[in-house]
């Protein structure tokens, strides 16, 4: 065993890395704020039927990529592969379809599935994502695809493209499904093993199919577009409608039918140029059914999951990302008899919300001012010698070289000044 590996499929976050993941969080958590989502916190691990009935059994999820176990009391649990499950399991078990609806959640944190580790496909990932329940509106559908593009957007990613389908519902999917079973029936030996299974047990999927030999009969097979039953149909132009409303390119993608089960009626995935195979940055659709398979009452839902680590990379791509925080101040000592007035000025500098550094390797000087130009920091302060012991310290701007002699006493309020805060 590799002690000084993380397992597979897993990677560690640091600091600078994690700089930028909080930015991201924190514009996901500044939007779900206006657009009124409240954050749940659920476990990382569910009973596996929660997700082995609610993914369903015949994806990829359920009947490859899932990190099953049984625990110590015999019970068998896996970590969560995704959130809606659990969205929907904990929606139920605090009676929240009681509250007046549409109840808003979104939850941000790790997902695990064993899938092929690659660029952008890991076995534990990060998700941000939103689910609302108890309206069937397509406005909702609407301003949930909005939420996920404004992100984006904001974060940097201006060319991701929007693409949207429909997936019908248990009325009009199942003749749909008998007709797909009917067009591939003559032709499962040109499809790929995969696709041969699926035709039996999930035809779909094979709309989903990556592999040229099944792609090229999907010039003449018949669409689910084509098939929606009247209410289908109408809700599909009522999304399109808002989503026109609200001024959001998208293109209708026939064969977008998303590897979860679960869905009805609207299903979407946003796009990225940039990020080769993986290139779905993160998708969701509504999912009517849902909270009545895991024992509830009739309950509409509709949300997003997107993906963290491929935001990152598709920011990496637009070379949006590099930047590294650097401290606004570095404290430097000119002799060990001032490194405990240091201390006390980092002390005071934090507690005005100044990011400061000293040294803890007891450098020479001239290390620790090549330190600070490394670590870009805006200012240096310099205590000791002569000065210091006329109470003095001496004040440096990084950027223009200009030095300040300023008494210790008003060091304080020279830094904010210096920074441009407020005094
Ligand atoms: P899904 O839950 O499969 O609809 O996935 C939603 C989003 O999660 C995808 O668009 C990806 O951005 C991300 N995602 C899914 N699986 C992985 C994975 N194995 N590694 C990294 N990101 C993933």
């Known amino acids: 065993m590799l002690l000084t590996r993380a397992p597979r499929g897993t990677r560690d976050i640091l600091p600078p890395e994690a700089e930028k993941w909080r930015r991201i969080e924190e514009k996901a958590r500044e939007l779900c704020r206006l657009y009124r989502y409240g954050e749940i916190r659920t476990p990382l691990f569910e009973h596996t039927e929660l997700f082995s009935r609610s993914v369903g059994e015949e994806t990829d999820i359920v009947s490859k990529e899932m990190y099953t176990f049984e625990d110590r009391g015999k019970r068998r649990l896996t970590l969560r592969p995704e959130s809606t499950a659990s969205v929907v399991r904990a929606y139920l078990e605090h009676n929240l379809n009681a509250a007046p609806q549409p109840v808003k959640l979104y939850y941000i944190g790790p997902m695990f599935r064993y899938d092929r580790p690659q660029a952008g496909r890991y076995r534990q990932f990060h998700q941000f994502g939103v689910e609302a329940f108890g309206s069937q509106s397509p406005a909702l559908d609407a301003e949930i695809i909005h939420l996920a593009d404004q992100l984006y957007r904001q974060l940097g990613l201006p060319d991701v493209a929007l693409e949207v389908n429909s997936v019908g519902c248990r009325r009009c999917r199942p003749p749909y499904r008998e007709k797909l079973q009917g067009f591939f029936r003559e032709k499962l030996e040109s499809l790929c093993p995969d696709c041969r299974q699926r035709h039996g047990t999930n035809p779909l999927r094979i709309l989903d199919c990556k592999e040229e030999t099944c792609r090229s009969h999907f010039r003449e097979v018949p669409t689910l577009g084509d098939n929606l039953c009247p209410e289908c149909g109408s809700h599909f132009a009522a999304l399109q409608e808002g989503l026109k409303n609200l001024n959001l390119p998208y293109r209708v993608n026939p064969f977008l039918v998303r ?165």
């Open 259 to 423: 590897g979860l089960d679960y869905y009805t009626k609207t299903v979407f995935e946003f796009i990225s140029p940039r990020l080769g195979a993986q290139s779905s940055l993160g998708g969701g659709g509504r999912y009517d059914d849902l909270v009545e398979v895991c024992g509830g009452p009739p309950t509409p839902g509709s949300g997003f999951a997107v993906g963290l680590e491929r935001i990152l990379l598709a920011l990496e791509e637009e070379g949006l990302s590099k930047e590294e925080e650097a401290p606004e101040v570095y404290v430097a000592s000119i002799d060990a008899g001032a490194l405990p007035r240091v201390d006390l000025l980092l002390r005071d500098l934090r507690a005005k919300k100044v990011s400061c550094e000293r040294d803890f390797l007891g450098r020479s000087l001239k290390a620790q001012l090549k330190q600070a130009g490394r670590s870009r920091a805006r200012l240096t302060v310099l205590l000791g010698g002569d000065e210091f012991r006329e109470g003095k310290a001496l004040l440096k701007d990084m950027a223009t070289g200009e030095q300040d002699t300023v008494s210790l006493d008003s060091i304080i309020d020279a830094v904010l000044d210096n920074l441009d805060r407020e005094v």
